[in-house]
């Protein structure tokens, strides 16, 4: 009797920490692995940038989210709904929440495979909104390359199903309820210059030139479809 009294204490002495290890484990975000290797984008996003990018940038984004989160009610939600709520949280949860959220769609809507075109419905929503693909093309790259500072350009379907062009500031994205333009987000590309800076230097007109030869429509398609 004495031995398991003295284990259960020895239990209740480890439980505030076996709390605080379930809590960290699966009430935080997480860092997504990449679907393809740092090379993968080569030559158009050279391995080191894409290793610099998502092992230090994009962890540090996260691990910084679940600091600024730590002991808040926001702690169980999700992303999307923190963002959706922003104007209610600190600018650390607005830093960080940002670029967590960014980053992890940033990689998704890049591929190896990527390049081309889009095909289908999506396609067919991009000519009847901009003209043209290369329509498109030239306005998303303006509005990337005209992002003054450090930003991200996307492509949108707005609350009527609309596509529409757009660029936010540092970390900010559509999604934030402070966005002068809000939607759902269906491409994204980082034009801070950690994001290309290595291979092109101040030529981030050549970098967005590039990117288009990445873009994975098959994903884009796929947010394009879930938005409508
Ligand atoms: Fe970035």
Redesign the pocket.
Known sequence: MKFILQKLKIWSNFTPLLILIIKSKYMSFTLPDLTYGFNGLEPHIDARTMEI?HDL??NG?TNNLNKALEGTDAANSSIEDILANISNHSGAVRNNGG?YY??CM?WEVMSPNGGGEPTGALAEDITAKFGSFEAFKTEFSAAAATRFG?G?AWLIVDATGNLAVTSTAN?DNPVMDIAEVKGTPILCV?V?E??YYLKYQNRRPEYLTNFFNVINWTEVSKRFEAAK
């Open positions: 990018h940038h994009h984004y670029g960014n980053h940033f450090s991200w970390q980082d801070w950690h994001a």
